[in-house]
Each structure stands twice: as C-alpha cells, then as structure tokens.
C-alpha cells in the first residue's frame, strides 16, 4: 500500500487524517513534536516519529526513518491572534519558521525522492483566512497565504516530473486545538483601541453557530488530494471553507 507522513499527528486535522488513511488501508507516517502512541490506534501499517520542521536535523531523520512517502502533508503550524501592530517580533519569527519556512523544509527534504521515482503527491494545509482580509489573524495570515504562493510555483513546476501539489484550505475550527495554542500569543485586550476587535473575533472563533469545519472534512479533503489524480489545486475543506472560496471566485 502506498506510504504518507502527515506533520502534526497529536491532535486537530493531522491526528483525524492519520486515523482516515490507516482505516483506508494506507500505511502512515505520524510525526509529532512529542510522539504519543496513545492518540492512535495501535497498527502493523502505523510508524510515529519525532519531528521538529523548525529543526533541519528533526527533519533529516524523520524523512530518513520514514523510507519512500507516496504522499506529504504539511499539516503542522499554529496561528497567533493578534492585531498586526501589536504582533511580538518573537511571535512573527516562529509564525513564519513553522508556518512557512517549516512546511517549505518538509517539501524540499522530500521532494527529490518523488522526482526520482517521477511519482508522488505534496499536500499543504493552509485556511481559508487566506482568501479575503480579516482582522487580528494579519500574520498568521501572512504566513499561509506565503504557503499558498509557493504551492502554486511548485505545482507548475513538479507536474511535468510526475508529482501533484495541492492546496487543502480549512475554516473555522471550533473543536481543534487552534484556540489553547493560539491563546499564549494574543496581544491587545488591554489596548483600549483594540479591546473591542479582539473580543468580538474570540466570540466569532467560539461561536459554534452557522457552517464550520470539522476534522473529519479536513481528513477527506487530504483523502481526495491524495487519491484522485483530477482534483484541483485548491480544495476547500468545510461547509464554511466552501462558502468563502465560492465568495472569493476559486
């Protein structure tokens, strides 16, 4: 069966999507910081691996202990509320090293493997907050839609080598774990000028109203990437991901 490394097992998205492809029969690579075998169930067809992808060493081994991947998904990052002014330099930095640089070291410590065997599918998850501005996520933001940009490069100039790029753009999360790793990071609750913005996006990201994204619509989406060689570049993941990429004309 063919082989994929998802990055960010240990909950959200990545953790669903490990559990879809082992159901399917795939075997699965499932990468995390601190590997916990307990959130997986146990498999003949499942390897967990340390990795790092702000960590070039990390990297290197888990690429080299994981063999031939089939597929690559680069799930892993963290976003950051917070009103663009007030984003600590600290802040930025790590957005964009794990965010963006980290997803591009992933693809770049794969990728020549696919090209050898002409063969082989790159998957980023990026959000559908790429697709239109939005206040206090800027460079989160900034940090996905830069993953979006390199995705599209990259797909032209993989598909005459035999390997497909695709974008999967989630919504909004309530149930993932994007808030509590998101929450050290906010900044601006006692600004008395950005007090109000802050508060009225933290409801919108509670609010568990109207069309969302589920974990599960995320793991289809990788399973669609993965599977079928027509899909296109950009696919929406969740009720509310397709309503903002149908309003956004992709």
């Not at 959130?39 to 990390?58: F, G, K, M, Y």
């Not at 501005?133 to 035999?162: D, H, T, W």
């Amino acid at each position: 069966m063919p082989t994929i490394l998802i990055t960010g097992c240990s909950s959200g998205f990545g953790l669903e999507t490990a559990k879809l492809f082992l159901e399917r029969g795939w075997d699965v690579v499932a990468t995390m910081r601190t590997p916990n075998p307990d959130v997986l169930p146990q498999s003949e067809r499942l390897r967990i691996l340390a990795l790092d992808i702000t960590d070039q060493n990390s990297i290197s081994k888990a690429v080299a202990a994981a063999g031939e991947i089939d597929v690559l998904v680069n799930n892993a990052g963290f976003g950051a509320p917070s009103p663009v002014e007030l984003t600590a330099p600290e802040t930025v930095q790590a957005l964009f090293q794990t965010n963006t640089i980290g997803t591009l070291a992933m693809i770049q410590a794969v990728a020549p493997q696919m090209r050898a065997r002409r063969a082989g599918v790159i998957i980023n998850v990026t959000s559908t907050v790429t697709v239109k501005p939005m206040p206090v996520v800027g460079v989160y933001r900034a940090s996905k839609a830069a993953v979006n940009a390199f995705s599209e490069s990259l797909a032209i100039e993989m598909q005459p080598l035999g390997v497909r790029v695709h974008i999967v753009l989630p919504g909004r999360s309530p149930e993932t774990g994007f808030g509590s790793s998101a929450r050290p990071h906010l900044r601006g609750m006692d600004d008395t000028d950005y007090a109000p913005l802050l508060q009225q996006f933290i409801k919108n990201v509670q609010d568990d109203k109207g069309p969302v994204t589920h974990a599960p619509d995320v793991a289809e989406a990788i399973w669609h990437a993965a599977t079928n060689p027509s899909a296109p570049l950009r696919i929406a993941a969740g009720a509310d991901a397709e309503l903002w990429m149908a309003e956004a004309g992709l």
